[in-house]
């Protein structure tokens, strides 16, 4: 079973960059779609960006801006977060699943979840 920790959250200035980790374990990288979502409050939990082997999907509201790195040998999977906007203020979860032809950014579609770390961009 995977088993996945976030950290590295906090406060960012408007158009700063932040650099989240999520320190998994129980699982092969390879064979699960991981992922970072993120929920605001008073909104539905929405899929940022997952990964699937070296292939990425971002939804077109971090496009651009925010990337996946992926360090397999240390089981590790970061959010880079560049030119950060206020909207992105929310609780970032990192999330896994079994991969099985196709990544969703639907965040229903996805079994394991970290217990999140709380991003706030804010002047």
């Known amino acids: 079973q995977a088993q996945l920790v976030e950290s590295g959250g906090g406060p960012v200035q408007p158009g700063g960059a932040l650099r989240t980790p999520c320190a998994g374990s129980?699982?092969?990288?390879?064979?699960?779609?991981m992922g970072w979502f993120r929920q605001a409050p008073g909104k539905e939990r929405e899929g940022g960006a997952v990964?699937?082997?070296?292939?990425?999907y971002y939804a077109d509201s971090v496009k651009g801006r925010f990337t996946i790195p992926q360090d397999n040998a240390e089981g590790t999977l970061y959010l880079q977060m560049n030119s950060m906007k206020p909207e992105d203020s929310a609780m970032y979860y990192c999330?896994?699943?079994?991969?099985?032809?196709?990544?969703?950014?639907?965040?229903?579609?996805?079994?394991?979840w970290g217990q999140g770390t709380q991003v706030t961009v804010s002047s």
């Open positions: 990964i699937i082997i070296r292939y990425t």
């Open positions: 129980g699982y092969t990288a390879n064979a699960h779609c």
């Open positions: 999330a896994a699943i079994r991969w099985f032809g196709r990544c969703s950014l639907n965040h229903n579609d996805y079994q394991y």
